[in-house]
């Protein structure tokens, strides 16, 4: 049977190779594409949804999400994913979303699932937060919430935190505190699925589909990390983990997420050694098989149109 997830994203580059990834495996069953602000404003993130899901052929319905977080406003990044979202790459348009806002489509979702699904992030997770503030007792038809968010060391929107966290750290707080388990695909995880030109151009020759070329085309804007040695392919970590998660190493241990204004806020601090003793919230991603990752990634994108 097909794993049922809601994809909550903000495309975004990197996003848009974990919409492909989803909608390419047949062990997903995508209910529904939900979108958030956050790479850049929402008006854009939810075009480019559009725009990657039509592309695929998919029917997959798109639901327009949050504009901003639970409090104050989003920031953008464009110059990772420039102004548009990809990069100046510029897809077919990709129709209308549903009349359902995000919330209240993945409420009903959860309340009507003959069984539990699967909660996927790849934004700021605001989407997520204000469907289960809305109907707490829906967290007994989540099976997992999967996230690429947060850190347990150094931040890439501020020294102390990674971007999705920091855009609503408040939203991530609820879902850590939800009492379904949390896996995180953070910095360090994605860190080690590191897009550099010769694996690109083999990603590339995979395929002659219009999606795998246009997820490579939208990759080769994106600029180098001056974090690591490439480009860290964050998204796609969350989809592999459902598709393969023999790719991955674990461990349990308990996050919370840093609320307080100032240099630390939206920090994620992931008590890796158990050292406070706290409930075990979340499960962290530890290592991955990057080659198998992206074999995994250019084998399922080539099977797309
Ligand atoms: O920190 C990386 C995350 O922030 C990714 O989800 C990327 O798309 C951006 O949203
Ligand atoms: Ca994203």
Redesign the pocket.
């Known amino acids: 049977m097909a794993t049922p997830i809601i994809l909550d994203c ?1 495309p ?1 580059t ?2 848009a190779f974990a919409l492909f990834l989803a909608l390419a495996s047949p062990e997903l069953d995508v209910r529904a594409i939900t979108v958030a602000g ?2 850049v404003g929402l008006d854009r993130t939810l075009a480019n949804a559009l725009a990657l899901t039509r592309l695929t052929g998919s029917n997959v319905p798109v639901y327009r999400g949050a504009d901003r977080p639970l409090l104050g406003a989003f920031f953008n ?1 464009p110059r990772v994913h420039g102004v548009d979202g990809l990069g100046g790459i510029t897809l077919p348009d990709g129709g209308q979303p549903e009349h359902e806002l995000a919330a209240d489509a993945i409420r009903r979702i959860l309340r009507t699932a003959a069984e539990p699904v699967t909660l996927v992030g ?2 700021p997770v605001s989407n997520l937060a204000l469907a289960l503030m809305t109907e707490p007792s829906l967290t007994s038809n989540i099976d997992q919430i999967v996230l ?1 968010s947060g850190a347990w060391a150094e931040g ?1 929107a501020t020294p102390a935190a ?3 966290a920091l855009n609503d750290p408040e939203a991530l707080a609820v879902l850590l505190a939800c009492g379904r388990p949390v896996v995180f695909a953070t ?1 360090e995880l994605t860190a080690q699925a590191l897009v550099t030109p010769t694996r690109l151009a083999v990603l590339r020759g995979r395929g002659t589909g219009r999606c795998l070329a246009a997820a490579c085309d939208i990759q080769a804007t994106v600029p180098l990390s001056r974090r690591v040695p490439g480009s860290p392919l ?2 796609p970590c969350a989809i592999a983990w459902l598709l393969r998660p023999s790719l991955f190493t674990t461990r349990a241990c308990s996050a919370k997420v840093d609320l307080a204004p100032g240099i630390g806020r939206g920090r994620t601090v992931i008590d890796r050694w158990n050292r406070t003793g706290d409930p075990l919230n979340a499960v962290v991603l530890e290592t991955l098989d990057a080659d198998g990752f992206f074999e995994l990634l250019g084998e399922r994108l080539a099977l797309l149109r």
């Open positions: 903000d975004g990197d996003d956050g790479n990044e790849i934004a690429m890439n990674e971007f999705n910095l964050h998204d």
